[in-house]
């Protein structure tokens, strides 16, 4: 059993585009100038990171090699490292990140570590899903694994905390909070929505037996499906947003 996420390039290139381009409005608020060096924190395969424009210096940094290698085939300089380990001191104007914090479950040492890498002055910039965030499909997941008797919260990965607790937890860290703000953003899937929770939902499924993955998935697409399936099939997530903007003073 393993609660860990295998993130394979191929398949999130083909089911999760809409991450990297639902991100791109988060570009604004960083607004980059020429000449600054900026840590794209969790980039993934690098679709949002190479759309930073290029008079700026960009690191992106992501624990799973394979996206970290899919990332540097698109050119871009890459560290495969985890938003946990950051290692890196004063050395960025700005910390931008898209969908990466609510898999990082020790965030007071994610933004120590940002705090550490910005130079003063430096900005963090950043999007991920707020409490309420996926809560239809999240609530199916729970409740098809306490029907096998196993405790969610045992596997569950994702942090999505409220507004006021991640405002606190930057203003703990001495970040100045420019900005915070909840988005509600139902996202309509590209397929099925087996082929989100395969992506997305392994910590959950890896925690059923392999000959019995296929029914528990069945069970949760059922139980989302009036809430989220349209008359003619079409999936669309209840996702929903916290947008921030904070400074290191
Ligand atoms: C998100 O981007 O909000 C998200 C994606 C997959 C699982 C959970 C949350």
Redesign the pocket.
């Known amino acids: 059993m393993s609660s860990t996420t295998t993130w394979n390039p191929a398949t999130y290139a083909r089911d999760a585009r809409f ?1 990297a381009d639902l991100g791109q409005p988060l570009l604004q608020l960083l607004a980059p100038r020429d000449g600054e060096i900026i840590m794209d924190l969790g980039c993934g395969d690098g679709a949002l990171t190479e759309k930073i424009p290029r008079e700026v210096s960009v690191v992106g940094t992501d624990a799973s090699f394979a996206q970290a290698r899919a990332a540097k085939a698109r050119g871009l300089s890459i560290v495969a490292v985890d938003g946990h380990h950051l290692c890196f001191k004063r050395q960025f104007d700005a910390v931008f990140t898209n ?1 990466a914090l ?1 898999w990082m479950r020790q965030p007071e040492k994610v933004v120590e570590g940002v705090w550490q890498c910005l130079k003063t002055g430096g900005r963090f910039i950043g999007e ?2 707020v409490n309420g ?2 809560e239809t499909v999240r609530s199916a997941l729970h409740e098809a694994l306490l029907h096998r008797g196993i405790d969610p919260l045992a596997v569950d990965p ?1 942090y999505f905390p409220s507004a006021e607790d991640f405002s606190n937890l930057l203003v703990n860290s001495s970040f100045t909070v420019r900005s915070i703000e909840i988005i509600q953003r139902p996202t309509p899937l590209p397929g099925e929505l087996f082929n ?1 929770l395969e992506i ?2 392994q910590p959950f499924t890896n925690a059923i037996e392999k000959h019995h993955r296929q029914s528990f998935l069945d069970e949760v697409c059922r139980r989302s499906e009036t809430a989220l399936r349209d008359a003619d099939g079409r999936w669309t997530v209840d ?1 929903v ?1 916290l947008r921030f903007a904070a400074v290191k003073c």
């Open positions: 991450v969908a609510h991920f899903g965030n996926v994702w989100w997305f939902a996702y947003r």
